[in-house]
């Protein structure tokens, strides 16, 4: 297990150097070179030498990026064009809401979603199995950034159940050593500061997590009813194995091989889909921070953040690898 898991990490390397060659030279194709991409309208002749002998686009294209590459080794990613800090430091100061975020909705979907997918294969058939259909189809269509509009207009403005942005109540004297909100409440015992930080993560889960329940609802169905056709379940029932045990140890623990699948890659993109969700709720994460990033065309917070995105996902995928024994002793990691 050790050594397979050493042999994952080992292949992140050609990886996330492939990566880095991309993002490279997708800056240096920009139209007008990353010079003028940076400074648009203030593009100047002045301006653009200025820059180009600022960050070297001016030297020859192999040494931009053995000097590119030498400072990402070092953890040098550079620094954000809008605020003047480091990478680094901007990554780390967010990244904390983005997986807080993340991990709600994964919660809400894959708590509701593996449940419903279950019931609606062993209902195969009924009106349960066709409603379980029919809304993991409109979860799949409704696009994210309208579905969290509706949800902020609904509960936030008219009904005011919920808060309708940030992630806790500026008024709140709260203290934070994590940067995990709900974490440091409960560290702190400052339960009011938890429970408002919950109560702020309510509605970009739900937009959130919505297309990956979707998914996870019809992945598990599917997989559910491929494993109870299956001949050793049919061989259970006819030697008069208790149904429970049935449902537990032969269909649900066997089924759920492709459903970790499923939510391993969901995982990555909750990431990807907190830029839309993190805008509408003004949540202050990697998302948000990154949609500012590209409309101010700060390239290296750009560029830095999606070099750690890589890798967290990349990570991800290999917890998901290794889960797979964990999950079903006879399936071995390689």
């Known amino acids: ?64 990026y053995v000097t590119y590459m030498g400072r990402l080794l070092t953890g040098d990613f550079g620094s954000s064009i809008e605020t003047g800090r480091p990478v680094v430091e901007e990554f780390l100061r967010r990244f904390p809401a983005t997986i807080e975020l993340s991990v709600a909705a994964l919660i809400f979907a894959v708590g509701i979603g593996i449940p419903l997918g279950y019931l609606a294969a ?9 409603l379980a259909v029919v809304l993991s189809l409109v979860g799949v269509t409704i696009p994210v950034f309208f579905l969290a ?33 709900v974490l440091d409440g409960l560290i702190t015992g400052e339960f009011d500061a938890a429970w408002d930080a919950v109560l702020h993560l309510v509605l970009p889960a739900l937009a959130l997590g919505t297309i990956p329940l979707a998914i996870i609802v019809r992945i598990t169905r599917a997989s559910v009813l ?30 759920m091989l492709p459903v970790a699948t499923t939510v391993g890659l969901q995982v990555g993109l909750l990431l990807a889909g907190a830029i839309l969700t993190e805008t509408v709720f003004a949540f202050p994460g990697i998302g948000s921070f990154l949609a500012r990033a590209i409309e101010g065309r700060d390239f290296p917070v750009l560029q830095g953040f999606i070099i750690f995105i890589a890798i967290i996902y990349a990570l991800i995928n290999l917890i998901v690898d290794v889960s797979y024994s964990l999950i079903d002793p006879r399936v071995r990691v390689s």
């Open 1 to 64: 297990m050790l050594r397979t898991i050493g042999h994952r990490l080992l292949l992140l390397i050609p990886t996330l150097l492939g990566l880095s060659i991309l993002l490279f030279l997708w800056v240096r194709a920009l139209p007008g070179g990353p010079a003028v991409a940076l400074l648009g309208e203030k593009a100047t002749p002045a301006a653009i030498e200025r820059i180009n002998e600022l960050y070297g686009f001016n030297r020859p294209l192999l040494e931009q």
């Open 122 to 130: 062993r209902h195969h058939g009924r009106i349960s199995d066709h």
């Open 149 to 181: 509009f509706m949800l902020k207009y609904v509960f936030a403005v008219q009904l005011g159940w919920l808060p309708s942005d940030g992630r806790q109540n500026p008024r709140i004297d709260a203290t934070h050593y994590t940067n995990f909100y």
């Open 226 to 255: 491929e494993v109870q056709n299956s001949d050793y379940v049919r061989t259970g029932r006819s030697k008069g194995i208790a149904r429970r045990t049935l449902r537990g140890r032969f269909i649900l623990r066997n089924a």
